[in-house]
């Protein structure tokens, strides 16, 4: 039944060691997200790809990439994670970009950085 | 840029009874979207409700309504017959018209349901 699944729940990873979050999608939607969600915060987006299409957000870290092999899966790799990239990440999938359907989200993964 | 407020950090509420949590937001624009989404304690964000800004009606789903007030910015959620289920963080968003799907977020109201 799950329509957007993120593997792990929980990560660990250490300062400075690349981490790779992933997302994958049931639903065939074109567009998948990633958001950034700190403790106690809104959700704030990152990146986006509409198909293969990839769209960085201004404030997106360099720090922060993101691949998408196919439709159902998304990546997002922090390069170098800092003790400030520890939050909960959450992938979301919409049909469309433009047109203002709800999002469905995954139960994101929760990222440690020691 | 638009922001989005929710004032009440925190709120609780007798089960079966109803609750009213406030959001604000500011725009320049006069065609957007809003959204109130709910993140349970397993933390997937789920869609509750959802208003156009060019409809003056107010948008219902079941228990959930809200309050649109366009002129003053203001975009209330009332719960009514509060259940233990809706325990959970309420996000206010905000999105332009035809600028895509980059939710503008409130920072959140955390709602337990007491028994």
């Known amino acids: 039944d799950a329509m957007v699944i993120q593997n792990p729940r929980y990560q660990v990873t250490q300062f400075g060691k690349p981490v790779t979050l992933s997302c994958s999608q049931t639903?065939?939607?074109?567009?998948m997200y990633w958001y950034q969600q700190k403790s106690s915060q809104a959700p704030k987006l990152l990146f986006h790809?509409?198909?293969?299409?990839?769209?960085n957000e201004a404030d997106t870290p360099d720090n922060f990439q993101s691949r998408r092999p196919n439709t159902s899966f998304c990546f997002l790799d922090i390069r170098s994670p800092g003790l400030g990239d520890a939050a909960m990440y959450l992938c979301?999938?919409?049909?469309?970009?433009?047109?203002?359907?709800?999002?469905?989200f995954g139960s994101g993964t929760q990222l440690s950085v020691l | 840029a638009q922001t989005v407020t929710q004032s009440q950090p925190e709120m609780s509420v007798q089960e079966a009874e109803t609750v009213t949590l406030s959001c604000t937001y500011d725009?320049?624009?006069?065609?957007?979207?809003l959204f109130w989404y709910k993140q349970p304690p397993s933390r997937q964000m789920i869609l509750v409700i959802r208003?156009?800004?060019?409809?003056?009606q107010n948008a219902t789903e079941n228990r959930f309504s809200v309050n649109f007030q366009k002129a003053a910015k203001s975009f209330s959620l009332k719960i009514s017959d509060s259940q233990l289920g809706d325990t959970a963080m309420y996000f206010c968003?905000?999105?332009?018209?035809?600028?895509?799907?980059?939710?503008?977020f409130g920072p959140g109201t955390r709602l337990s349901v007491l028994p």
């Open positions: 979301a999938t919409s049909r469309e970009f433009l047109r203002p359907e709800k999002l469905f």
């Open positions: 639903l065939n939607h074109n567009v």
């Open positions: 790809y509409y198909d293969k299409d990839f769209n």
């Open positions: 725009t320049s624009e006069n065609n957007y979207y």
């Open positions: 208003q156009e800004a060019y409809k003056q």
């Open positions: 968003a905000f999105m332009r018209d035809n600028y895509g799907q980059n939710f503008v």
